[in-house]
């Protein structure tokens, strides 16, 4: 299906049925996102390459994104929007116009979701791979004093003007230690903080089907922002899931040589939505 789309370029890499809570300022994307509203149709999130968010976009933007669906949104009193979106389909970006809109749009065609091999096959892979991770968060969990929750220094923060991330530590801090002097409530806060994450991922995995805890582990395993983009750009769920396979291989031995280990970032896992 070929369509125009009202694109949203940032720094991060959006995967279907992972969340994405924006601040929206900028007046322009404050006319994008109220017409979205206003229509009831997404818009698309796509990689900057390279450079700002500014100017001309042909070639700096990847040509794979995702729908961005509206799900939440509460309003400010001079115009300003928190929302929170969850990705959807994936698209290719075949055209860009410019000018009519004071935001970008493309000229999209949605892409197809294949298995890409049996499905007992794809079964079984995404099966294995979801117990890597699970024990790839335990082994992080009891190998740090205290896990980064979405403050690494590679952290997929959107650095533009127009976009702000929420706080991650405030949506998984139900103890409110973040900040707070060291001690007793702290380490207990610490253990709970551990024990919602393997739990919620635990719960997420648990769903069994292949495509979706590709996706959800594509948007949840640390990666830089190329090794996500590559694997959002993958054709179909049993060749990701086998990438995602490998990578998670080699970060269990590196976390078994006792290499510092990668913060995972669980913003989005906190606000996922089904």
């Known amino acids: 299906m070929t369509r125009a789309v009202p694109l949203f370029p940032l720094h991060t890499v959006l995967c279907p049925g992972i969340a994405l809570p924006l601040h929206i300022f900028e007046e322009r994307y404050r006319a994008m996102i109220g017409r979205c509203l206003e229509r009831s149709e997404p818009f698309g999130v796509v ?6 968010e500014v100017g001309p976009l042909a070639g700096h933007v990847a040509e794979v994104g995702t729908l961005a669906a509206i799900r939440q949104v509460s309003r400010y009193a001079d115009g300003r929007m928190d929302i929170v979106t969850v990705g959807t389909t994936r698209f290719r970006v075949t055209g860009l116009e410019t000018g009519r809109d004071p935001w970008l749009t493309g000229i999209v065609d949605d892409l197809p979701e294949p298995l890409g091999g049996d499905p007992a096959v794809a079964a079984e892979l995404a099966e294995r791979t979801g117990r890597r991770f699970l024990a790839y968060l335990e082994r992080i969990q009891g190998s740090a004093s205290r896990v980064d929750l979405g403050r690494a220094a590679d952290a997929e923060v959107p650095d533009e003007p127009e976009v702000e991330g929420e706080d991650p530590d ?3 801090d139900p103890a409110g230690t973040e900040g707070g002097e060291p001690g007793d409530d702290g380490v207990r806060g610490d253990a709970l903080r551990r024990a ?5 991922a635990r719960r997420l995995i648990a769903e ?3 495509t979706a805890v590709s996706w959800l582990l594509t948007g949840l395993v640390a990666l830089d922002l190329p090794a996500r983009q590559a694997l959002l750009e993958v054709p179909d769920t049993t060749a990701r899931l086998q990438r995602l396979e490998r990578h998670l291989d080699r970060e269990m031995t590196l976390l078994g040589r006792g290499l510092r280990p990668l913060a995972v970032e669980t913003d989005h896992l ?3 939505r089904n």
Do not use: N, Q, T, V
């Open 208 to 210: 069994g089907d292949p």
């Open 196 to 200: 919602i994450l393997l739990a919620s």
């Open 270 to 272: 906190a606000l996922r």
């Open 47 to 52: 990689l900057i390459r390279d450079g700002r």
């Open 170 to 172: 405030e949506a998984l």
